[in-house]
């Protein structure tokens, strides 16, 4: 499975992005899928997971300002990204497994490149 991540950017604070991931791999819905990110200096931290049955789960500090979703048709997923704070700015990652996983980023087999988000204030 090779997974492409894109839609990074520089935008000023309250502003929005949309980051997409690409998967290869012929049972693309099945997959869990996930989004994870990494500030300088930081560890990797969960963003959001969603599972081949549709439940999605966001990290708090992202609720109710990021959307998660999927497209099975495109084997692509979407992040959207509103209400961006500089606390943002990371390069993120999307992950996937075709086993059940959650919020740690070892449950994952497959790696996008990262894509940098960049939050002005």
């Known amino acids: 499975v090779q997974l492409q991540a894109s839609g990074g950017g520089l935008v000023q604070a309250g502003g929005s992005l949309r980051l997409s991931c690409t998967a290869s791999?012929?049972?693309?819905?099945?997959?869990?899928l996930a989004w994870f990110r990494q500030a300088p200096g930081k560890e990797r931290e969960f963003v959001a997971v969603?599972?081949?049955?549709?439940?999605?789960v966001y990290r708090d500090s992202v609720k109710g300002r990021f959307t998660f979703s999927r497209d099975n048709v495109k084997s692509t997923v979407y992040l959207q990204m509103n209400s961006l704070k500089p606390e943002d700015t990371a390069v993120y990652y999307c992950?996937?497994?075709?086993?059940?996983?959650?919020?740690?980023?070892?449950?994952?087999?497959?790696w996008g490149q990262g894509t940098l988000v960049t939050v002005s204030s």
């Open positions: 992950a996937a497994t075709q086993k059940w996983s959650g919020i740690r980023s070892a449950g994952y087999d497959y």
């Open positions: 969603t599972w081949s049955n549709g439940n999605t």
């Open positions: 791999g012929r049972t693309f819905s099945t997959y869990t």
